[in-house]
C-alpha cells in the first residue's frame, strides 16, 4: 500500500506539473500575440506617416519590387532600433541627475527628439549636451530652453551643441545670470565671432579662464568680451588673449587696490594703470610683473584705447547676431538634410520604441528562465 501511494504522489505532481507547464506556454502564446499587436500598430504608425506625405509604397513598386521594399523596411526597423537604444541609454544617464526627468521620463524624451526634428543635431546629441546642462544646475523647462538656445549657437558657430552649452552655462554660472538669459549670452559671444579672431568654440571651451575671476570683482562679462574681440583681433590666440586678462585682472588689484572695480570698468582700470606707469613700458612692467598681464594692458589702451572703445560700444548693440548667423547657417543643404532626417527618425521613433520594450521582455523572460528559483509566472503575467 506504502507503494502504491508513494507513485499517486509522483503521478500527481507529475500531473500538475504538466498542467503549470500547459499555463506557462499558453502566456508565452498570450504575450506573444501582445507583441505582434505592438509591432502592428508601430508599423502602421509608419505606414500613416508615410501616406500622410503622399507616398503609397504598393503604387510606387509594384508586385516585383516586393522584395526590395521589404529588405528597406528590415533597413528601416534596424535603423530605428538602434536609434531608440542609444536615445534612451543617452536619457538614462540624465534621469540620473535631472528630477525632472525622474519625474517625466517620456514627456522630456519625446520634448528632446521634437527639438531635433526643428534642427540639424540628433536627438541623442541633444540628449548627451542636456545632461550638460542638467549638471551645470539647469533642469526642466529652464534647462531645454537653454539646450534649444545651445543647439541654435552650435549651429551658427559651427561647433557641437556640447561645446555650446559647456560656454553658455559657464558664462551664465559664474555671473550669477538666470537662464532666460542664455540668447543674449550667445548674441554677446557671436557679435566677439565677428569682431574679433575668434570662433565660437574657442570662446566656448577657454571662457572658464577668466569667468569666475572677472564676476568675482565685478566686471561684467560684455567688457570681458569686448576686450577679446580687440586683443584677438590683434593676432593674439583666443586661449592666450584670457590667460592675458586673467594676469591683468590679477595684477589691476595688486597695483589699485581690491574694490578698484566698483568704481573703474575693466577698461578704465587698464587706462588707469597706463597712466600710473607715465606711458613708459619700463614702470608699466614695475607695476606689471607678469608679462601676460603687460601684453593686456599694452593691446587695450595707448593708441588702442579707442578701437577697445569701439569694440565695447558695438558689443552693446549685439542682440539678434546669434540668430542671424543661425539664419545663415541653415540655407547650407547639409543642414537641411540633417533636419529631414530627423523629422523622420521622430515618425519612426514608434517602431524603435515597440521593438525595443519587446527585446527587453524577451530578455526578461529568458533571464528569468535561466535563474534558479525565478518567478516565471510574475515575467509572463
Known sequence: ?????????????IHQQAQQIDQDLQKIAKQAA?????????????????????????????????????????????????????FGMAMREVQTISKAVQDDFEGISQKIVDMAANGPDDAIKLAKSYYQIVSAGHDGAAGLE???????????????????????????????????KANFVADIMFKTVERGKTTFSQLASNIAQVAPLAAANNIEFEQIFAALQTITKQGTP?????????????????????????????????????????????????????????????????????????????????????????????EEANNKWSIVHNKWTREIRELGKAMKDESGNMANFIDALLSNGADVNTILR
Request: proline residues 2%.
Open 1 to 13: 500500500m506504502g507503494n502504491l501511494k508513494i507513485v499517486a504522489e509522483i503521478d500527481n505532481k
Open 34 to 86: 501582445n507583441s505582434g499587436s505592438v509591432m502592428d500598430n508601430a508599423f502602421g504608425k509608419v505606414g500613416n506617416t508615410l501616406d500622410k506625405m503622399g507616398i503609397n509604397i504598393p503604387s510606387l513598386i509594384g508586385p516585383a519590387g516586393a522584395l526590395a521594399a521589404a529588405f528597406k523596411f528590415k533597413q528601416l526597423a534596424d535603423e530605428a532600433l538602434e536609434f531608440e537604444k542609444a
Open 146 to 180: 537653454l539646450l534649444s538656445i545651445a543647439s541654435k549657437a552650435a549651429v551658427a558657430g559651427v561647433t557641437d551643441t556640447l561645446t555650446a552649452a559647456d560656454g553658455l552655462t559657464t558664462v551664465i554660472n559664474a555671473w550669477g545670470l538666470s537662464s532666460d
Open 238 to 330: 583666443t586661449a592666450q588673449a584670457m590667460t592675458q586678462i586673467r594676469s591683468s585682472i590679477v595684477n589691476m588689484t595688486a597695483v589699485l587696490g581690491d574694490g578698484w572695480s566698483k568704481t573703474m570698468t575693466y577698461q578704465d582700470g587698464l587706462n588707469k594703470v597706463r597712466e600710473m606707469a607715465g606711458g613708459s613700458q619700463i614702470e608699466l612692467k614695475k607695476l606689471i610683473p607678469d608679462v601676460e598681464g603687460v601684453s593686456a594692458v599694452l593691446a587695450l589702451t595707448g593708441d588702442k584705447a579707442k578701437g577697445a572703445a569701439e569694440d565695447l560700444n558695438e558689443t552693446a548693440k549685439a542682440a539678434g547676431a546669434m540668430e542671424t548667423a543661425y539664419g545663415r547657417m541653415m
